[in-house]
């Protein structure tokens, strides 16, 4: 079920979503949505620039987007936003945090997904004549935000999406056009400059913070282990380092859907070598340092367990 702050702007989502619905990839991700429970609200602090964001309770829009004239821009925001609200509704199978590199890859992973969904949609609602100016918006016509022109900021996974279709008159019906789109956002578009600040390298620089702070604390006082429960929940790799099994494979091939990825194809994305493709250069430099602190960190948490637990133990025998 779908809440909104008020009527008019119920009115214009809704108009949007039934868009969408008019083609086998929108209806699926629209029917999908209205299973959730959720608030689309407008949010006048996001950038003028910035469309649309998830929110833990649902999609927050900007009303920069709305005010725009750019249906097109406003219909791809809808579905990159859409699909990552489905992937946050997922279980914990799906947030796999099991090093540095794993968190980054997930969420890229995530963005890549959100990516080819929107390029496949835009796509069949051009080809069956319902829209056009989705997929126009994603093939370069830019929006006008007070006096600065927004363009699509993934022009390889559309470069690939529609190299695809050039080579296949089918490929929007096989899959192979979203599995084109999705790998070129994956692999190429990672490492555009803004792309990689905001997906690789600041994520990076908070886990180096994070792990240099729990191992300072962890040192100065064992008996914050305690509360670093919070912390070992939302960064389970603080247990230890874990490589990604068969079990996860599937979950991965499963959340990205059959069609786009088999088993094998999606073992293969995450290989080690295939989680770093795409990694600038200042990624790759910082990786080691975040993957240092982390450890680092973790070592102490198990340290301070094993301490906290015998002096439990001693105040019991002693009792």
Request: with cysteine; glycine share 6%.
């Amino acid at each position: 079920m779908i809440t909104y702050p008020y009527k008019d702007f119920e009115t214009f989502i809704e108009d949007k979503l039934a868009i969408l619905s008019q083609c086998p990839t929108g209806k699926y991700l629209v029917d999908a949505l209205r299973e959730t429970d959720l608030s689309i609200s407008p949010d006048s602090s996001l950038p003028r620039k910035t469309p649309m964001q998830t929110h833990e309770n649902g999609i927050s829009v900007s009303l920069g987007c709305l005010s725009s004239d750019s249906e097109g821009m406003v219909l791809d925001s809808l579905a990159h936003e859409i699909s990552h609200v489905l992937m946050n509704k997922k279980d914990e199978t799906f947030k796999i945090k099991y090093n540095p590199l794993d968190e980054l890859y997930r969420n890229n992973l995530d963005e890549a997904k959100s990516v080819s969904l929107a390029l496949q949609i835009g796509a069949e609602l051009d080809e069956l004549g319902v829209n056009k100016s989705m997929k126009a918006y994603q093939n370069g016509q830019g929006v006008e935000f007070t006096g600065e022109i927004i363009h699509y900021a993934y022009n390889n996974a559309v470069n690939d999406f529609n190299g695809a279709i050039s080579e296949n008159k089918n490929a929007l019906k096989n899959g192979s056009a979203i599995k084109a789109g999705f790998l070129g956002r994956l692999q190429k578009d990672r490492e555009k400059p803004n792309l990689s600040k905001v997906y690789d390298n600041d994520r990076l620089g908070i886990f180096a913070y994070i792990g240099k702070e729990l191992s300072i604390k962890l040192g100065n006082n064992p008996q914050t282990v305690h509360s670093m429960q919070n912390y070992q929940k939302n960064y389970p790799f603080l247990k230890g380092p874990k490589a990604l099994d068969k079990d996860d494979i599937k979950a991965y091939c499963d959340w990205c859907g059959k069609s786009i990825f088999s088993n094998q194809e999606m073992s293969v994305l995450l290989t080690p070598n295939s989680k770093k493709t795409g990694l600038s250069q200042g990624a790759s430099s910082q990786l080691p340092i975040a993957d240092l602190f982390m450890s680092q960190a973790s070592s102490s948490f198990k340290m301070c367990e094993y301490r906290v637990v015998s002096i439990q133990q001693n105040i019991s025998n002693s009792r």
